[in-house]
T-cell receptor, first 114, second 113 residues
Framework: KAGVTQTPRYLIKTRGQQVTLSCSPI?????VSWYQQTPGQGLQFLFE???????NKGNFPGRFSGRQFSNSRSEMNVSTLELGDSALYLC?????????????FGSGTRLTVV | DQQVKQNSPSLSVQEGRISILNCDYT??????FLWYKKYPAEGPTFLIS?????DKNEDGRFTVFLNKSAKHLSLHIVPSQPGDSAVYFC????????????FGEGTQLTVNP
């Protein structure tokens, strides 16, 4: 069975631009969460979607937004990019909202802002 | 406020010996704990988890211990293999927070042949 697919794998953007990242969860998984990983910071929770509704949001500015479609695919958008937004962005899918059956991560999108 | 902490940024062990990775947490509302392994340029891979109602969970070479009174958990890998070399993340979840995981900063494990 296919895993969590994130596209693109690598992205280079200029300060001030906006970017959209995509995540396709495992088939049947309805919960998608997004995390940002920067050097020395571990993984920081961005937001979580379940059945097209944002259920949880981390402590990130409003420039970070997301959405989920009826097929559970999710996108996250970052507007007015800053150098500090350079990071590995990971999404994770799980069967249920509580993730009781485990979370599966994608390989991530490496975003570089120059 | 770092609610999940992994105080050792790195750990080096010999092949065949035991690796012990530690994790402390401050939020007593966490009810589920997970360990993930991560290689560079890949997403974290789930290793093992433990519910707060248990104090031990085993899966092959991996065992996780939970000490709720000390708010401490540890991951034991026995025997350690060179392929175990990776960054290990401890994560915690509150049932009321949906799928949101709070991660530690990670520990780089190096297993030397």
């Amino acid at each position: 069975k296919a895993g969590v697919t994130q596209t693109p794998r690598y992205l280079i953007k200029t300060r001030g631009q906006q970017v959209t990242l995509s995540c396709s969860p495992i088939s049947g998984h309805r919960s998608v969460s997004w995390y940002q990983q920067t050097p020395g910071q571990g993984l920081q929770f961005l937001f979580e979607y379940f059945s097209e509704t944002q259920r949880n949001k981390g402590n990130f500015p409003g420039r970070f937004s997301g959405r989920q479609f009826s097929n559970s695919r999710s996108e996250m958008n970052v507007s007015t990019l800053e150098l500090g937004d350079s990071a590995l962005y990971l999404c994770a899918s799980s069967l249920l909202l509580t993730g009781s059956y485990g979370y599966t991560f994608g390989s991530g999108t490496r975003l570089t802002v120059v | 406020d770092q609610q999940v902490k992994q105080n050792s940024p790195s750990l080096s062990v010999q092949e065949g010996r035991i690796s012990i990775l530690n994790c402390d947490y401050t939020n007593s509302m966490f009810d589920y704990f997970l360990w993930y392994k991560k290689y560079p340029a890949e997403g974290p891979t789930f290793l093992i988890s433990i519910s707060s109602i248990k104090d031990k969970n085993e899966d092959g070479r991996f065992t996780v211990f939970l000490n709720k009174s000390a708010k401490h958990l540890s991951l034991h890998i026995v025997p350690s293999q060179p392929g175990d070399s990776a960054v290990y993340f401890c994560a915690a979840r509150r049932e009321t927070s949906g799928s949101r995981l709070t991660f530690g900063e990670g520990t780089q494990l190096t297993v030397n042949p």
